[in-house]
Nanobody
Framework: QVQLVESGGGLVQPGDSLTLSCAASGFTLDDFAIGWFRQAPGKAREGVVCFSSAWGVAFYEDSVKGRFTISRDKNTVYLQMNGLKAEDTAVYFC????????????????WGQGTQVIVSS
């Protein structure tokens, strides 16, 4: 079965670091782009970063550029988050799309259940 399972969320203070994991099963990550998205209460879901295996490139949303880093180890994708800010508070989701990255949420055909990140003092 195809599954994406996020983990690693938690409560941290501003400036702290956190690493999220997206464990993929039932398919080979080589054929897909993996995107991290987030949704804060009362806000629309937004893209954070996407890694394209086909092109070997990552695309970062401006607000996280220089602070967040996406990486892959076999069938697990990681999101290293440094210098966390209160505005990073959200439920974080990973999702897959065959081929290349896209900014269109509905182009991703599988989603994890999300992991909560709270940045608060």
């Amino acid at each position: 079965q195809v599954q994406l399972v996020e983990s690693g969320g938690g409560l941290v203070q501003p400036g702290d670091s956190l690493t999220l994991s997206c464990a993929a099963s039932g398919f080979t990550l080589d054929d897909f782009a993996i995107g991290w998205f987030r949704q804060a209460p009362g806000k629309a879901r937004e893209g954070v970063v996407c890694f394209s295996s086909a092109w070997g490139v990552a695309f970062y949303e401006d607000s996280v550029k220089g602070r967040f880093t996406i990486s892959r180890d076999k069938n697990t994708v990681y999101l290293q988050m440094n210098g966390l800010k209160a505005e990073d508070t959200a439920v974080y989701f990973c999702a897959r799309r065959r081929g290349s990255c896209s900014q269109i949420t509905t182009f991703y055909d599988r989603w994890g259940q999300g992991t909560q990140v709270i940045v608060s003092s």
